[in-house]
């Protein structure tokens, strides 16, 4: 084995705040090859981003280095002086976060400012060669239309795009070493899988080494050989990384993989009961109208929801699922009665909701009730608990002492403490927070609840304990649920029936078990080739994943709008947009050229 | 093209904004107590001379027929004709009633064109005093939140804001002026006249660009892109100079754009202190002796001014950023 | 980086957690010392400005020739109790101070409270509402700020009588539109928060849903930031009492004690200086309160504390 290029001993960082210290970097040390992808896996918390830092010494008040040493190629960068410290960052190493929009002056174009950059750390270097330098690793990253691109400005780019912008700033000063920090948290599950294709692609072809941390362990085993786990500061084990997985010592660890949820292994999918109609959602449309930027008066047609059916039973669990872009969250506004549709009806227990009154629509509302993501957000501060949950009572006019009563069973049922019912809900955690937006919306007997990533705000254990509650509810009241959610995971694990939804449509919809094992749209199986899983993947990434990203909802494709993307595209799919068509078992697709008889590659 | 559609936007706004402004400064003045017609020919003239004064100027008629009449004036550029004051010099008052003649009176928009290159003046120098000492003092400020430069800027501020200007206008003419003889004070007999008003009006711009600098470059400063620079490699005179001040600059530009209004103002009481002949004094003195014609005048005409410079000033903006969009 | 700091510190926010954002935001203004330090001296001079009148013997109004010009404390020649010195015509300096500060902060306060209400309640509604309302009342107010509100001040209380009421009702009517904007803008931000599609879905009416939820959690921020305002409406009190529009002799605030004391400016500078120290003094330390309110405020909404 060669000299280590970076090698790190008993690193530790404090964090100094009202005369109270607190370890934040706890003694690490490892080393790292050249050329080797090192994974660094830790929650929220564990002091993995501060370790991330630390290493090119940019640790400001209250934090501070307390200890160790930072070797990189032979130079220990923590005693380095500034002129030499300046030689080596951003230029020997380079970073990328986890936050790709905001990493660049938000003004000016991306291509002056990655050759600021260049030039900045490589002074040798010309203007026409930083250029050309930077152009040809646009192209390396595969940015459409680099030379165009470089012009624009960082809001003009989607999350993916500026991801690989800013991989091409790590990259451009050709440094021995990048740090990679979470970058794939902010994106969607098929541009992430992009990315970390386009990662392992380029280090091959450049030999240089990564350090690549990540909350989650699936996603670094895509990449790293070798895999550190930290928690509280401490590296608490390291070893390959499929060794970590298959085998794990520390406990740490083993409670890590026991959080990976199971999507093919020893899942039991829910099976669905037949009940009566609940909600009946019948081809709905929306189109947003939004002023082209730079004109006087013309108007762009943002089609956000383009025709959408679906029926949600009795006692069922309906999921929508999909990527940012696809309409879920104007349709989750639709479904809520938030807004109208333009075309197409809503109707719940069968009634279109567009034919009631103001009167019988209230009335109406006691019935369907929506549970919003943000646990912080979405209660109204300075109202204390109790009240707040009679606030719904309040509205629909019943006296206020049974609002009172009905409250403060809806309290205990729900799991919050009673003696929480005067107390203001600053303080409370994001899973108390959400306990009290169910007991909203439970004091009404509604008959549906729509909710909107109303999980996805919360750890693992509170979202488990939620789902129980769920279940709960449901067993008792006979709820139906619509899920809306990125998570594939979770509806794999709650939901009956399962749509899959890309611009504005649904493409795919599914039992639970179908969907995951033969699902008939190629997008479906991109999605679940693109899922990070220490499972083997029944989608193999080289087959089913997809190039680019989704086409503007404001002009789409002619013909099927998913074949821009599409592996399977051919000739007829640019004339003829492919209705949802039935096919056995009550499920659904809408392509031309499904995978019918293709049985999921289980080898 | 896409400044073209820009401009034809905000000069429609601004259209509908400055008819508002006509509509509502023409009610104000018709609706107060105080006859103009008697005011011109003075207290002692019959009331025949009134009802004829009135007569010619055309205050007789409805006020909605005065209004459009007024508006289809306005139209082709004429303001009006000052009630008091003559085309040459010094206000006539209205004692004697049957020596001047209508004719004899100054066009209301000549008054303004006359004042207006005094107060740009005026107002010129004190925006670079006060952009001299407020910008680094901010800037600094800002990127030191909480220690010595920060706590001067407050500190500065809460003074200057404090600080009556006609107070300040009397304090400073009597130690620079009267005791020192360092700057001359009243009226207008050369540039070095403007130093004095200048620097009063100044002081009361001041606090307005260190408050919304310290903030603004303070909040910069806390943004990924800035945090992040020197790990990418930038230095950091680099990324405070281009990237943190070009960032900041933006609510500035646009605070310059809405305190407009302030700064006249101050313009006006700085004016009338130190007798200085702009815009401001011609104000005052028109509000003074009633001259509606001109106090409509210049409403109208500051209105307009106001709107041209808040269009100036969203373009400037968007130069600087080009996310912005109106 | 940010994410993990706070997590390290969350014992610390936590324990100081179980308030609400505007009470968070009162706790910090007052801990910080410029608070302090205005506020003590603003009590002080107001509690002095009530008191004082009260208790002595001095009538600010009353002339008397045997006592004129007396110079004020430190330089030669003065006489007790006339502490800053009397005028031309006798009257003691300090205690027309006083009196001119009453009337100063009776107008800027409710000039102060006239704005807030007019402008935050068409801000609010303007924005929670959206469409063709909105656009109205904010035209309104574009056409009300380009009119600069010095000369509609002046100009009104020009051609009419000067009365308290008539300055409160100018100076106010002037000023809402800010208050609008700020009001309006922030409306806008909240209207889809979570919070309010919550009681959108529970059935709630808009105007419960602003009046008990809305205004609430917008209004407290922006009525901290009036305190600077309160300030400024009293220098424009004593801009118009100054051009003589304003409060009337021989009832003396700023604005009139410093006009008429123009002509004795050589020979007694004191008459002239003194009341706009006193002035500038009070003011400062109603800014420093204010702004302290203001950075505790931006500290909050930032997540900082």
């Known amino acids: 084995m060669s000299d280590p290029i970076l090698a790190v001993s008993n690193l530790g960082v404090d964090l100094q705040r009202e005369g109270r210290i607190k370890r934040i970097v706890d003694n690490v040390s490892f080393a790292l090859q050249p050329g080797e992808v090192l994974g660094l896996v830790g929650e929220a918390g564990s002091g993995k981003s501060v370790l991330a830092r630390a290493l090119v010494r940019a640790i400001a008040p209250p934090l501070e280095i307390v200890s160790g040493k930072v070797v990189f190629e032979g130079r220990d960068i923590l005693s380095l002086d500034p002129r030499a410290l300046a030689r080596v960052r951003g230029n020997r190493i380079g970073f990328i976060g986890a936050n790709p929009m905001g990493s660049l002056d938000p003004r000016l174009p991306i291509g002056q400012q990655i050759v600021e950059k260049l030039r900045s750390v490589q002074p040798e270097i010309g203007r026409a060669e930083a250029r050309d330098r930077v152009l040809d690793f646009f192209g390396r990253v595969r940015i459409p239309s680099p030379s165009a691109r470089f012009h624009e400005a960082p809001f003009q780019f989607s999350g993916g795009m500026m991801q690989r912008v800013m991989i091409v700033d790590a990259l451009v000063s050709d440094p021995s070493l990048v740090i990679a920090d979470n970058i794939t948290q902010p994106l969607d599950v098929t541009v992430a899988a992009q990315i970390i294709r386009l990662i392992d692609g380029l280090r091959q072809s450049l030999n240089t080494a990564f350090l690549f941390i990540s909350s989650s362990l699936p996603v670094v085993a895509q990449l790293a050989e070798r895999t550190l786990v930290m928690q509280r500061g401490q590296i608490v084990e390291q070893g390959l990384t499929s060794e970590l997985a298959a085998n794990p010592r520390q406990p740490y660890t083993r409670t890590l993989l026991s959080r990976i949820p199971p999507i093919w292994k020893d899942v039991m999918a829910p099976t669905a009961t037949d009940g009566e109609a609940v909600l009946k959602v019948d081809n709905v449309v929306r189109t947003y109208f939004v002023r082209r930027r730079g004109s006087f008066n013309a108007y762009n047609q943002v089609q956000a929801v383009r025709g959408v059916s679906f029926t949600v039973k009795a006692g069922e669990n309906f999921g929508i699922v999909g990527e940012s872009g696809c309409g879920k969250s104007t349709l989750t506004r639709l479904l809520a009665w938030l807004e109208q549709p333009d075309g197409g009806r809503i109707a719940f227990l069968g009634k279109d909701l567009s034919h009631l009154s103001a009167h019988s629509l209230t009335e109406m509302r006691k019935s369907f009730q929506l549970l919003l993501q943000d646990p912080y957000g979405s209660l109204p501060a300075g109202m204390p608990l109790l009240r707040m949950i009679e606030e719904p009572l309040l509205i629909h006019g019943f006296d206020r002492a049974e609002a009172a009563r009905r409250a403060q069973e809806a309290m205990i049922e729900v799991g919050l403490d009673a003696e929480l019912a005067h107390r203001l809900p600053v303080g409370l955690s994001a899973g108390q927070r959400q306990r009290i937006n169910i007991a909203r919306a439970l004091v009404l007997r509604p008959r549906l609840l729509i909710l909107d990533e109303t999980l996805s705000a919360l750890d693992q254990v509170e979202q488990a304990e939620l789902l129980d509650l769920f279940n709960r509810l449901q067993a008792t009241y006979g709820f139906s649920y619509v899920f809306i959610s990125h998570d594939l995971a979770l509806v794999r694990r709650m939901c009956h029936r399962i749509a899959v939804m890309y611009l504005g449509r649904i493409v795919e919809l599914a039992d639970n078990t179908t969907l995951f094992e033969q699902p008939h749209h190629p997008y479906t199986r991109a999605l679940l080739s693109a899922m990070p899983t220490l499972e083997h993947n029944h989608f193999p990434h080289t087959r089913y994943l997809l190039d680019g990203e989704p086409p503007s909802p404001i002009d789409l494709p002619l013909g099927c709008s998913f074949r821009s993307r599409c592996p399977r595209a051919e000739n007829d799919c640019q004339k003829t947009d492919p209705p949802l068509l039935a096919l056995a078992g009550g499920n659904y697709a809408a392509c031309l050229h499904r995978h019918e008889k293709e049985t999921a590659d289980v080898e | 093209m896409f400044v073209l559609s820009f401009l034809l936007r905000r000069l429609l706004q601004g259209s509908l904004i400055i008819l508002l402004v006509i509509f509502i400064i023409f009610t104000l003045l018709?609706?107060?107590?105080?006859?103009?017609?008697?005011?011109?020919?003075?207290?002692?003239?019959?009331?025949?001379?009134?009802?004829?004064?009135?007569?010619?100027?055309?205050?007789?008629?409805?006020?909605?027929?005065?209004?459009?009449?007024?508006?289809?004036?306005?139209?082709?550029?004429?303001?009006?004709?000052?009630?008091?004051?003559?085309?040459?010099?010094?206000?006539?008052?209205?004692?004697?009633?049957?020596?001047?003649?209508?004719?004899?009176?100054?066009?209301?928009?000549?008054?303004?064109?006359?004042?207006?290159?005094?107060?740009?003046?005026?107002?010129?120098?004190?925006?670079?005093?006060?952009?001299?000492?407020?910008?680094?003092?901010?800037?600094?400020?800002?990127?030191?939140?909480?220690?010595?430069?920060?706590?001067?800027?407050?500190g500065l501020g809460s003074i200057c804001v404090s600080t009556p200007n006609f107070w300040l206008g009397i304090v400073l003419t009597l130690f620079l002026s009267v005791k020192l003889k360092l700057l001359p004070a009243i009226g207008y007999r050369g540039f070095s006249y403007t130093i004095l008003p200048a620097i009063v009006l100044a002081v009361e711009i001041i606090p307005f660009i260190l408050r919304t600098l310290t903030v603004s470059v303070a909040q910069v400063m806390r943004e990924e892109f800035i945090q992040i620079a020197p790990i990418r490699g930038l230095t950091r005179s680099r990324t405070v100079l281009l990237h943190a001040l070009g960032n900041a600059a933006i609510p500035l530009v646009n605070l310059l754009g809405v305190q407009l209004g302030m700064l006249l103002g101050g313009v006006l009481v700085v004016e009338f202190i130190f007798d200085y002949p702009g815009l401001g004094l011609l104000t005052i003195n028109a509000v003074l002796q009633r001259d509606f014609p001109l106090i409509q005048g210049i409403a109208i005409f500051i209105s307009v001014m106001f709107v041209a410079i808040n269009i100036l000033v969203d373009l400037i903006a968007m130069t600087i950023d080009p996310r912005l969009e109106y | 980086m940010s994410d993990i700091v706070q997590q390290g510190a969350a014992p610390r926010t936590v324990a100081r957690r179980g308030l609400t954002p505007t009470r968070r935001m009162l706790q910090i203004a007052v801990g910080r010392m410029d608070f302090r330090i205005g506020f003590v001296g603003f009590v002080l001079l107001v509690g002095l400005s009530f008191l004082l009148p009260l208790i002595s013997?001095?009538?600010?109004?009353?002339?008397?020739?045997?006592?004129?010009?007396?110079?004020?404390?430190?330089?030669?020649?003065?006489?007790?109790?006339?502490?800053?010195?009397?005028?031309?015509?006798?009257?003691?300096?300090?205690?027309?101070?006083?009196?001119?500060?009453?009337?100063?902060?009776?107008?800027?306060?409710?000039?102060?409270?006239?704005?807030?209400?007019?402008?935050?309640?068409?801000?609010?509604?303007?924005?929670?509402?959206?469409?063709?309302?909105?656009?109205?009342?904010?035209?309104?107010?574009?056409?009300?700020?380009?009119?600069?509100?010095?000369?509609?001040?002046?100009?009104?209380?020009?051609?009419?009588?000067?009365?308290?009421?008539?300055?409160?009702?100018?100076?106010?009517?002037?000023?809402?539109?800010?208050?609008?904007?700020?009001?309006?803008?922030?409306?806008?931000?909240?209207?889809?928060?979570?919070?309010?599609?919550?009681?959108?879905?529970?059935?709630?009416?808009?105007?419960?849903?602003?009046?008990?939820?809305?205004?609430?959690?917008?209004?407290?921020?922006?009525?901290?930031?009036?305190?600077?305002?309160?300030?400024?409406?009293?220098?424009?009190?004593?801009?118009?009492?100054?051009?003589?529009?304003?409060?009337?002799?021989?009832?003396?605030?700023?604005?009139?004690?410093?006009?008429?004391?123009?002509?004795?400016?050589?020979?007694?500078?004191w008459i002239a200086t003194m009341p706009g120290l006193f002035m500038l003094v009070s003011l400062t330390c109603l800014n420093l309160m204010g702004s302290a309110l203001e950075r505790a405020r931006n500290a909050v909404l930032r997540g900082e504390a």
């Not at chain 2, 007789?60 to 040459?88: C, E, H, M, N």
Request: contains cysteine; glycine residues 10%.
């Open chain 2, 30 to 154: 018709r609706v107060v107590p105080g006859d103009p017609a008697r005011l011109i020919v003075g207290g002692m003239a019959p009331d025949a001379v009134v009802a004829m004064k009135a007569k010619e100027l055309g205050l007789d008629r409805p006020i909605p027929i005065q209004f459009l009449s007024y508006l289809s004036d306005l139209a082709t550029g004429d303001l009006g004709t000052s009630f008091v004051r003559p085309k040459s010099g010094a206000s006539l008052g209205g004692s004697a009633f049957d020596d001047s003649t209508r004719e004899d009176r100054a066009k209301v928009l000549d008054l303004i064109l006359g004042t207006l290159p005094m107060t740009l003046q005026l107002a010129a120098l004190s925006l670079a005093i006060a952009l001299s000492v407020a910008v680094p003092l901010g800037t600094l400020g800002g990127l030191h939140p909480g220690r010595w430069p920060d706590k001067l800027a407050l």
């Open chain 3, 57 to 269: 013997p001095i009538d600010p109004i009353k002339i008397a020739y045997s006592s004129k010009l007396l110079p004020p404390f430190p330089a030669e020649g003065w006489r007790w109790p006339y502490l800053l010195g009397t005028d031309q015509l006798g009257r003691d300096v300090l205690m027309r101070c006083l009196v001119g500060l009453r009337y100063s902060l009776l107008i800027g306060l409710t000039t102060v409270i006239l704005m807030f209400i007019v402008g935050c309640s068409l801000g609010l509604y303007a924005g929670f509402r959206g469409g063709w309302v909105d656009a109205v009342i904010m035209r309104l107010t574009d056409a009300q700020l380009s009119i600069p509100m010095i000369i509609l001040a002046i100009t009104i209380l020009g051609v009419s009588r000067p009365t308290v009421p008539a300055i409160i009702l100018v100076l106010g009517l002037s000023g809402w539109p800010l208050y609008a904007r700020v009001a309006r803008s922030v409306a806008l931000g909240e209207r889809n928060r979570g919070y309010v599609l919550g009681e959108r879905v529970l059935g709630a009416s808009d105007l419960r849903i602003m009046v008990l939820f809305v205004a609430p959690v917008v209004l407290p921020p922006i009525a901290f930031v009036a305190v600077l305002d309160i300030a400024r409406m009293m220098i424009f009190e004593s801009i118009l009492g100054f051009l003589g529009l304003g409060v009337q002799p021989p009832t003396p605030t700023f604005g009139n004690v410093i006009a008429d004391a123009r002509k004795y400016l050589l020979n007694a500078w």
